[in-house]
């Protein structure tokens, strides 16, 4: 093997290492990113479904059970109005991606939530795709909800 090719493999080796750790990290990065938002998010939601008005944009869309709603004040009436008081969600598992090149994290959860006095939780799953909001954080630009019942 000649010398310039050797040269050429252990460098294009030291690349694709680098570009391995920087993939890693973002992997990282965006899956961390997505547990902070999905604890705020969740515990908003169980407290206080109002103040999720900021998470939410005018062109943001909501999808719950198969009915959509759009923009903020849209979906925050949607979420205040659901047939329960109290909700708590039990967060199972969640998986995220970096979804585009301007940032976005596509976040899928699983989980079980207890409404009002239930004591049997039932099971949902909740997409999210979040954008960022050009200061740093993040806004949900699209948002899938749906219960999960059990196969027939």
Same mark, same amino acid.
């Not at 940032?103 to 207890?114: A, F, H, P």
């Given at each position: 093997?000649?010398?310039?090719?050797?040269?050429?493999?252990?460098?294009?080796?030291?690349?694709?290492?680098?570009?391995?750790?920087?993939?890693?990290?973002?992997?990282?990065?965006?899956?961390?990113?997505?547990? $902070?938002? @999905?604890?705020?998010?969740?515990?908003?939601? /169980?407290?206080?479904? #109002?103040?999720? =008005?900021?998470?939410?944009?005018?062109?943001?869309?909501?999808?719950?059970?198969?009915?959509?709603?759009?923009?903020?004040?849209?979906?925050?009436?949607?979420?205040?109005?659901?047939?329960? $008081?109290? @909700?708590?969600?039990?967060?199972?598992?969640? /998986?995220?991606?970096? #979804?585009?090149? =301007?940032?976005?994290?596509?976040?899928?959860?699983?989980?079980?939530?207890?409404?009002?006095?239930?004591?049997?939780?039932?099971?949902?799953?909740?997409?999210?795709?979040?954008?960022?909001?050009?200061?740093?954080?993040?806004?949900?630009?699209?948002?899938?909800?749906?219960?999960?019942?059990? =196969?027939?």
């Amino acid at each position: 093997m000649g010398a310039s090719l050797v040269r050429f493999l252990l460098a294009f080796h030291n690349t694709l290492k680098l570009v391995w750790r920087r993939t890693r990290t973002i992997w990282k990065e965006t899956y961390t990113r997505a547990e $902070q938002f @999905v604890a705020f998010y969740y515990k908003t939601f /169980d407290e206080n479904r #109002s103040q999720l =008005a900021a998470l939410y944009r005018p062109n943001s869309m909501l999808t719950f059970e198969n009915s959509p709603v759009q923009g903020s004040a849209g979906i925050v009436e949607k979420l205040t109005n659901l047939p329960f $008081q109290k @909700v708590v969600h039990q967060v199972a598992s969640l /998986d995220a991606q970096p #979804s585009n090149e =301007a940032g976005g994290i596509m976040v899928m959860v699983t989980g079980g939530l207890l409404a009002d006095e239930e004591q049997r939780p039932m099971s949902y799953t909740q997409v999210f795709q979040l954008m960022p909001d050009g200061q740093g954080s993040y806004f949900v630009f699209n948002d899938v909800f749906r219960l999960v019942y059990p =196969a027939a």
